[in-house]
């Protein structure tokens, strides 16, 4: 018997048809409706309760129990603090949907009448106030409101359910975690992979996204220069690590200035310079830390191996010997950029076109360079096409008010930060279950 290679067999699934129609339309809307005050309690209750990147016990339990409830199989502890859902309905793919956990060292000041008090220690012994800064409960709502949507109406799909709570995106480590852990060698490797995020700079309710990039590539870098100390009074008899990283610094900025195509989107930010202990003391050591975003992956390539270069060379130019050169380190919070996959985005285009209204579905507009560890479920060998969108979070008239003059719109990571919960979550759970039933269905 013949068996088709790996690439025709994702090529006849991203061909499929949905199983949708019209008429189903406002049946799966009012359903999510009468199941709202339900999500709306679990949604609190994750807001109320944040933990830090992978310090998720207690959400992992809670997300966990809602799944086991409804007849996943639950499997805890992958990737530290990540847990994996499972169900089967029947011969069919298998498709991954993905939220992550994790909150934000961040006091929260949004004034909601939920809002976080809580305090934990981070993974260095630190406490320190947590938030849900960045709409992380929202999206683990939404997986929950799925599922509950999804087994309710397990005779309209047929394949396996794969459903990630993922640990620690903030620091940008749970989703690899996850796979060095085994996530496609315990579990069946998944034909899809799908995720959200809510957006506070979003209209509530809409549906964004796009063919290609979604999210910038992350890196974070860190430069140890290395002198010889000396007094300060004396700096003939020493080398200056400060001087030498000042020189870094400047050089730095050459990169994306003068290497990169003006047409290609790149920044190089030197966050903290840390060396010194006294006025009149010429340090040994001067550190740096950096953030590196692009959009593509060889223009990441080509920026961290010229600030490689450029940190080696300036040490070499201040006469440092060749065993006291600057050392460049390339952090674990890494991350390629989030691609969606073209076939698979148009597919489920035309899907989420015919489902939702007019104008509630509209292309991404990406304003920044945010990053987002979703890219490792989809970035493997051979590769798993990805489809990752955005669900607005913000009333229309709050964007109103901001404009005639009245309070900005808190963006993420802000301690003002806060979504409207109950058109986001609707619209996530329709959007999730619609883009389901596309794939999975009979």
Request: proline share 6%; hydrophobic share 40%; net charge negative.
């Amino acid at each position: 018997m013949k068996t088709r290679s790996t690439k025709a067999v994702i090529a006849a699934l991203l061909m499929g048809t949905s199983t949708i129609s019209v008429a189903d339309d406002h049946a799966l809307s009012g359903a999510i409706a009468k199941d709202y005050d339900y999500l709306e309690n679990l949604f609190v209750d994750f807001h109320r309760n944040p933990e830090l990147s992978f310090r998720e016990n207690e959400t992992a339990q809670r997300l966990g129990s809602e799944l086991g409830a409804l007849g996943f199989e639950v499997t805890h502890g992958l990737g530290q603090t990540g847990l994996v859902a499972m169900m089967k309905n029947g011969d069919g793919p298998t498709l991954l949907i993905r939220a992550d956990m994790d909150g934000l060292p961040v006091k929260e000041n949004s004034g909601l009448s939920y809002m976080s008090t809580k305090r934990q220690t981070n993974t260095k012994g630190v406490e320190m106030p947590v938030m849900h800064a960045c709409g992380h409960d929202m999206h683990m709502t939404s997986l929950v409101g799925t599922a509950r949507q999804l087994v309710a109406m397990k005779d309209k799909w047929q394949g396996t359910l794969m459903l990630v709570g993922q640990p620690a995106e903030e620091v940008i480590g749970g989703a690899k975690a996850m796979l060095d852990d085994g996530l496609y060698d315990k579990f069946p490797r998944p034909d899809f992979a799908v995720a959200l995020h809510v957006a506070s700079q979003a209209p509530a309710g809409m549906i964004l996204y796009r063919p290609g990039i979604m999210y910038s590539s992350s890196d974070s870098v860190r430069i140890t220069v290395h002198g010889v100390g000396t007094h300060g009074a004396s700096p003939h008899l020493g080398k200056d690590p400060i001087v030498i990283g000042a020189q870094i610094v400047n050089a730095l900025q050459t990169l994306v200035a003068r290497e990169i195509s003006p047409l290609s989107p790149g920044v190089v930010t030197v966050g903290t310079f840390h060396a010194g202990t006294k006025n009149n003391i010429i340090s040994d050591t001067a550190e740096l830390t950096l953030t590196v975003r692009s959009n593509d992956e060889k223009v990441r390539h080509k920026l961290l191996q010229g600030i490689k270069r450029i940190a080696e060379n300036t040490g070499r130019v201040a006469g440092l010997p060749e065993d006291k050169l600057p050392t460049v380190i390339l952090s674990e919070e890494s991350t390629p950029t989030t691609m969606n996959d073209g076939a698979l985005t148009e597919r489920l285009d035309k899907t989420l076109r015919a489902h939702f209204p007019e104008g509630q579905v509209k292309a991404y507009d990406q304003k920044n360079m945010g990053a987002e560890d979703f890219a490792y479920f989809s970035q493997v060998d051979p590769a798993v096409p990805g489809f990752y969108f955005i669900v607005g979070g913000t009333p229309r008239a709050a964007f109103e008010a901001e404009a005639s003059g009245g309070p900005a719109v808190p963006g993420h990571h802000s301690p003002l930060f806060k979504i409207s919960p109950e058109p986001s979550i609707k619209a996530g759970v329709e959007a999730m279950t619609v883009i389901t039933l596309d794939l999975l269905g009979k």
